[in-house]
């Protein structure tokens, strides 16, 4: 098994890369479409809300699916790992910005009438007074839902992209169906995911510490 497993990390890097750069991607498209959700005209608000039930609706998969037999092999070409990491970027983007609108509701409706109060522009009032309270309460969420994102590209083996389930697929056929592989990718996606909560933790104590100076 500890052959196995080692031959399970060539994988890692690449499985790293596709939910580092699919999170990254979520994390800057969220922001228009959280301020779509929040627009005063009607328009925007159904637009962003389209987007996201669409995107939260259809499985992963079925996004890389599209994407790479779809628009890659048509409109532009993109390798698998492009494929998977702007197919999940997309979906990252959907929850993403859901996650941040949380965070909006959370907040005391008075400060932001207190920042129009001492003149503030809107932009000020979302950098300074609204943003930095959202980033903190978005956190823990945000984590969990970088976890899952983990788990989430395994579909990005269906698409030919050498991640550890692809690797986990190839060792278990070379075992003749063996289980012993997916025992090993188990342990390690779980060794993976416990960074990520503790560094979720680290940036969420700074915060607090920072917003309540």
């Excluded at 609108?101 to 005391?108: A, D, E, S, Y």
Aim: charged share 10%; hydrophobic share 55%.
């Amino acid at each position: 098994m500890l052959d196995t497993f080692l031959a399970l990390l060539h994988g890692v890097p690449v499985s790293l890369a596709v939910t580092g750069l699919a999170f990254a991607l979520g994390a800057v498209l969220g922001v228009p479409l959280v301020l779509m959700r929040r627009a005063g005209h009607w328009l925007p608000r159904l637009l962003a809300r389209i987007y996201i039930e669409i995107a939260r609706g259809i499985p992963p998969v079925v996004w890389l699916f599209i994407i790479f037999f779809g628009l890659g092999s048509g409109i532009v070409t993109l390798t698998p790992f492009q494929a998977a990491s702007l197919g999940m970027g997309l979906i990252s983007a959907a929850y993403l910005a859901e996650i941040y609108r949380g965070g909006f509701l959370t907040l005391p409706a008075g400060q932001d009438a207190a920042a129009v109060a001492l003149g503030m522009t809107r932009l000020d009032r979302l950098r300074f007074v609204l943003a930095p309270q959202v980033l903190r309460v978005s956190i823990p969420p945000m984590a969990t839902f970088l976890v899952s994102l983990l788990k989430d590209t395994t579909v990005a083996s269906t698409i030919g992209v050498r991640d550890v389930m692809m690797l986990v697929t190839q060792q278990a056929q070379a075992a003749g169906g063996g289980f012993a592989p997916f025992i090993s990718a188990a342990v390690l996606y779980i060794l993976l995911s416990i960074p990520v909560a503790l560094l979720a933790r680290k940036m969420d104590a700074r915060l607090r510490a920072r917003t309540s100076r």
